[in-house]
């Protein structure tokens, strides 16, 4: 199997140290970007991958994404759905556009990327898939409804999925991650970032790296018996 990755939201964050991370492991790696194209160029040109643009959000996009990807390196082994915004405030506040928006970046992302990933999968025999899910759709959080809305659907996606296609030899996972250190987390100040590592039973916010080593284990063959789970990466925040 050749080794090409699609990592959506490559180009900053968790999504970035993703890219990196496969790379090492030796694939080659498209690096999806919304708005910050000099940030996934740049990185692209790191670790020898592409960068390509598109909003995930946009079934005409997703599709252009992934051609771009089949004519330039062939087509996507491993999918890592891990573009998503998120949204703090009272749900009686949440407008419809902006749950449309979450739903539509978070959980009709993964469902556009899916689509256009799993027929050259079935092909093949042979793929992987890793959502980027949180700890707020396993267990929800308050002033985050739509947030961890799209989380918990993506978690159910990874599980029937992940029964549809296994008979494909195709694997579908997800990394749940805890609170990690990125942009993500810059609405915190830091007294809320002290409590909140003093709420993890592991005392520290993760890391990027700490996702991302996740996801290329569940991509690698050492998990190659592992599939339809939720792997949480929260240093004990929600067991
Ligand atoms: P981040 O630093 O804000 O980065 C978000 C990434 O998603 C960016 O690369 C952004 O690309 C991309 N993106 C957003 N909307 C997109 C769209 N419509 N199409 C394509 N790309 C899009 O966030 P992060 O913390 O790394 O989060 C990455 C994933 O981990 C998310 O799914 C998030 O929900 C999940 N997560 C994060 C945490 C945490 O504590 N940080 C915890 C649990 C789960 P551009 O900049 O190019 O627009």
């Known amino acids: 199997m050749q080794k090409i990755a699609l990592v959506t939201g490559g180009s900053r964050g968790i999504g970035s140290e993703i890219c990196r991370v496969l790379a090492r492991e030796g694939w080659r790696v498209a690096v999806n970007y919304n708005h910050s194209e000099s940030a996934a160029r740049a990185l692209a040109a790191e670790i020898g991958g592409i960068a390509v643009g598109g909003n995930v959000a946009s079934p005409a996009?997703?599709?252009?994404?992934?051609?771009t990807i089949r004519a330039?390196?062939?087509e996507v082994s491993l999918l890592v759905n891990n573009a998503g915004i998120g949204e703090y405030g009272l749900f009686t506040d949440l407008s419809f556009d902006r749950w449309n928006e979450l739903l539509g970046t978070n959980l009709t992302g993964a469902f556009n990327c899916c689509k256009a990933a799993i027929p050259a999968m079935v092909r093949a025999k042979s793929g992987?898939?890793?959502?980027?899910?949180?700890?707020w759709g396993e267990v929800g959080a308050s002033c985050e409804v739509a947030y961890s809305v799209t989380k918990a659907g993506l978690i159910g996606m990874t599980k029937a999925l992940a029964k549809e296609l296994g008979p494909?030899?195709?694997r579908v996972n997800a990394v749940s991650p805890g609170c990690i250190e990125t942009d993500m987390?810059?609405?915190f100040s830091p007294d809320e970032r002290a409590a909140l590592a003093d709420e993890t039973p592991l005392g520290f916010i993760g890391q990027t790296s700490d996702a991302a080593e996740a996801v290329a284990?569940?991509?690698s063959e050492k998990a190659r018996f592992i599939t339809g789970q939720v792997l949480g990466v929260n240093g004990g925040f929600v067991i």
């Open 72 to 74: 330039e390196l062939g």
């Open 185 to 187: 987390m810059a609405r």
């Open 217 to 219: 284990f569940l991509a």
């Open 61 to 67: 996009d997703t599709e252009n994404i992934f051609a």
């Open 128 to 135: 992987c898939i890793v959502n980027i899910a949180s700890m």
């Open 168 to 170: 494909s030899g195709i």
